[in-house]
C-alpha cells in the first residue's frame, strides 16, 4: 500500500487568502471594561486588485518570462579584478 501524505511544493499564493483573521490588540481602562463603551477602531487589511483580480496582470494581457533573469527575479554579476 503506497498511501500517505502527498510531498508536493506548497502553492505561493498572491494577495490576501479568504478566511486570513484579522487581529486588533485594543487596551481599555477598568471602568470601560467593567461597564462597557464603545470604541472606534480602524483595520487595515488587504484586498484583490479590482484590475488584476490579485494575478499580477491585467485580463487579456500577455504574460511573458523576464529575458534577463528568466523569471527568477535576481540576476548574477560576476567581476574579476
Known amino acids: 500500500v503506497g498511501g500517505g501524505f502527498g510531498g508536493g511544493g506548497r502553492t505561493r499564493t498572491r494577495g490576501p487568502v479568504a478566511g486570513d483573521d ?3 490588540d485594543l487596551e481599555i481602562d477598568f471602568k470601560t471594561a467593567v461597564f462597557g463603551g464603545e470604541e472606534r477602531v480602524r483595520i487595515r487589511h488587504l484586498e ?3 484590475t488584476c483580480n490579485g494575478d499580477g496582470v491585467k485580463p487579456g494581457s500577455k504574460v511573458s518570462t523576464c529575458n534577463v ?3 527568477m527575479g ?3 554579476q ?3 579584478t
Open 48 to 50: 484583490k486588485c479590482d
Open 74 to 76: 535576481v540576476t548574477m
Open 78 to 80: 560576476v567581476t574579476r
Open 69 to 71: 533573469c528568466n523569471g
Open 22 to 24: 484579522l487581529r486588533f
